[in-house]
């Protein structure tokens, strides 16, 4: 989740009203364009790497074989042998969503497994001009999942505001949740920013296999509420 003030385009000038605009550190992810998805040109890219096969039936394979055993361990890492499963889909699943400021406690959302919160109001309060980061908590068994990424589209009365995508990482099983914390951001202030607006995010692999749909809304305000 992230905001750019798109005002000023609306308004052909080239000056910034002052408190608009929307301040980041650079980091790892990339600000794809607010179009729509692009996942059919992706797919086309997308090179056949064969039938997956299951994990534990990789590492049974060739056990025998000392060198080629060690070499598998390196290269599969820490692998947790009670979460491999008999087939060879990952499964991924995403446990909650933290709101991280320095202004105020940690607010931990539960992630529901539709990815639709049943409160009718807005999920979140997020303070105007307040910085904050976003961290996702997720586990991944049965498989390993590889090029996880996520992708981010927030709407305010109906117009596309923002919109990005942030690789995330190969991850193997394991019995303990990953936490992914995102690039810290500044939430933008003004008058014209303030109100509410709605997100569909989604988590999915090299394979397009989509993990969540994450469909919510969110307020911008005054302050923490």
């Not at 299951?54 to 890492?77: F, M, V």
């Not at 820490?78 to 991924?92: H, R």
């Amino acid at each position: 989740m992230g905001l750019k003030d798109e005002e000023n385009k609306a308004e052909g000038s080239s000056e910034e009203p002052k408190g608009q605009g929307l301040s980041r550190k650079n980091s790892h992810s990339s600000i794809c364009p607010t179009d729509d998805d692009d996942e059919e040109e992706e797919e086309d890219k997308k090179l056949d790497l064969g039938p997956m096969i299951a994990l534990k039936e990789q590492l049974e394979k060739d056990k025998d074989d000392e060198s080629l055993r060690r070499w598998k361990e390196q290269l599969l890492g820490s692998v947790d042998l009670e979460e491999v499963g008999e087939t060879p889909d990952p499964v991924v699943k995403i446990l909650t969503l933290t709101l991280r400021s320095p202004e105020r406690e940690d607010m931990v959302l539960t992630i529901p497994e539709n990815g639709r919160p049943t409160s009718k109001g807005p999920w979140f309060i997020l303070k105007e001009g307040a910085k904050y980061s976003l961290v996702f908590t997720f586990r991944v068994t049965n498989n390993i999942v590889s090029g996880l990424r996520y992708s981010n589209t927030i709407w305010k009365t109906g117009i596309k505001v923002y919109s990005r995508k942030e690789m995330l990482g190969t991850f193997s099983p394991q019995a303990e949740p990953y936490n992914h914390v995102m690039f810290e951001e500044t939430a933008p202030s003004g008058f014209l920013v303030r109100g509410s607006y709605s997100v569909k995010s989604k988590f999915v692999d090299d394979d397009n296999k989509c993990y969540l749909e994450n469909n919510y809304n969110f307020d911008i305000r005054k302050n923490w509420v």
